[in-house]
């Protein structure tokens, strides 16, 4: 069965420019989460999906935005890019099952913003 | 509001020995905890989940525990091996109600270094 699958896995962008980024869940998997990891900060929540639809979202601004396909494919968007997007992004996908839910993460989209 | 604390922060020993990595949470009423390892540049891999109603699981040499009451989980890993160097970081759940979603906050995890 094929893991979570991030593309691209690097990019380098300029302040002011915009970014997409994509994520493939495990198939069957219908939860998509999105988590920026920084050396400063750690892993932070970003926003997450359920079928199609943002269920919650973390303490970001709204330059970052996402959306979920109705195959479960995920994409992240950043707009006005700023030198502090710099980060790895990371996406996870889960069965979200009542009592035993496990985090699949994808290998990460690494940014550096110049 | 939960916090996720790790200690040590990083950690050096000599290949064979048995170490103990330490998690502790503020919010006890979870309902999983999850243990992941993350090598430099790479997604995290899942090494082990606890159910809140268990005390400890274990998937070869790791063995994690979970302690509610004390608002703390450890993970154990025996005879350890310059292959285990990596960060290790734990995950707990907290829950967005009504629509019962879940995000996981992380700890800063432990970086290990294992010494051949």
């Known amino acids: 069965k094929a893991g979570v699958t991030q593309t691209p896995r690097y990019l380098i962008k300029t302040r002011g420019q915009q970014v997409t980024l994509s994520c493939s869940p495990i198939s069957g998997h219908r939860s998509v989460s999105w988590y920026q990891q920084t050396p400063g900060q750690g892993l932070q929540f970003l926003f997450e999906?359920?079928?199609?639809?943002?269920?919650n979202k973390g303490n970001f601004p709204g330059r970052f935005s996402g959306r979920q396909f109705s195959n479960s494919r995920s994409e992240m968007n950043v707009s006005t890019l700023e030198l502090g997007d710099s980060a790895l992004y990371l996406c996870?996908?889960?069965?979200?099952?009542?009592?035993?839910?496990?985090?699949?993460f994808g290998s990460g989209t690494q940014l550096s913003v110049l | 509001k939960q916090e996720v604390t790790q200690i040590p922060a990083a950690l050096s020993v000599p290949e064979g020995e048995n170490l103990v990595l330490n998690c502790s949470f503020t919010d006890s009423a979870i309902y999983n905890l999850q243990w992941f390892r993350q090598d430099p540049g790479k997604g995290l891999t899942s090494l082990l989940l606890i159910q809140s109603s268990q005390r400890e699981q274990t998937s070869g040499r790791l063995n994690a525990s979970l302690d509610k009451s004390s608002g703390r989980s450890t993970l154990y890993i025996a005879a350890s091996q310059p292959g285990d160097s990596a960060t290790y970081l734990c995950a707990a759940p907290v829950e967005f109600l009504p629509v019962q979603a879940y995000k996981y906050i992380f700890g800063t995890g432990t970086r290990l270094k294992v010494l051949a």
């Open positions: 999906y359920f079928s199609e639809t943002q269920r």
């Open positions: 996870a996908s889960s069965l979200r099952t009542k009592t035993n839910e496990k985090l699949f």
